[in-house]
């Protein structure tokens, strides 16, 4: 595991790449399944929830919506959240 401020310093440079390439983003970047950066991204959630997981679980059981087939990493991200955090 990350030391806190190295966990920062990436979730900045994740933030500051995305910036960088925001013309590049499409609608289908943000709902495909593209397993590198998505699986990079669920991992950063899982890290940070177990320190934080209430907040972490608040904002992945908000892309669970009525009727709507939550996307393949929110549900992997929910269960790598529940294993990780399991006592």
């Keep these: 595991q990350l030391a806190y401020p190295h966990r920062v310093i990436i979730l900045k440079a994740m933030e500051t790449v995305v910036k960088n390439n925001i013309a590049l ?3 289908s970047t943000a709902k495909d399944v593209i397993r590198d950066w998505q699986q990079a991204a669920s991992n950063v959630l899982v890290a940070v929830g177990q320190r934080f ?3 972490v679980m608040e904002e992945v059981l908000t892309k669970f919506q009525p009727g709507i087939l939550p996307h393949y990493f929110v549900m992997q991200t929910f269960a790598n959240l529940s294993v990780s955090n399991g006592e």
Aim: aromatic content about 0%; glycine content about 0%.
């Design 53 to 55: 997981i209430n907040k």
């Design 25 to 27: 983003l499409d609608k």
